[in-house]
Nanobody
Framework: QVQLVESGGGLVQAGGSLRLSCAAS????????MGWFRQAPGKEREFVAA????????YYADSVKGRFTISRDNAKNTVYLQMNSLKPEDTAVYYC??????????????????WGQGTQVTVSS
């Protein structure tokens, strides 16, 4: 069983920055892609960013490209999401998740099997 614990959410003004962290349990962390997703009230969960197991390949949603950066530290079993130039439309609960298949990097919600509990990000205008 893999456990994922997010931290770093909060309230920030538009234009500000936040850094989310997600700590994972287990000894196979580096073998799986990790992703960040978000869900705003009344909306479906959507892809934000993903990173390959070795940290070399990254994917971003168009809405966050150039503002958000995903990274990982495999020695610490942790994945990060640096969020800059935040906008009110970034307000959501942010979730980290582990890819369901070894070495597969994907943007599909359905291809992630373990999820954290979520952390609230609120951006005020």
């Amino acid at each position: 069983q893999v456990q994922l614990v997010e931290s770093g959410g909060g309230l920030v003004q538009a234009g500000g920055s936040l850094r989310l962290s997600c700590a994972a349990s287990g000894r196979t962390f580096s073998m799986y892609a990790m992703g960040w997703f978000r869900q705003a009230p009344g909306k479906e969960r959507e892809f934000v960013a993903a990173i390959s197991g070795n940290g070399i390949i990254t994917y971003y949603a168009d809405s966050v490209k150039g503002r958000f950066t995903i990274s990982r530290d495999n020695a610490k079993n942790t994945v990060y999401l640096q969020m800059n130039s935040l906008k009110p439309e970034d307000t959501a609960v942010y979730y980290c998740a582990r890819g369901a298949r070894l070495y597969r990097l994907t943007m599909s919600v359905a291809e992630y099997d373990y999820w954290g509990q979520g952390t609230q990000v609120t951006v005020s205008s």
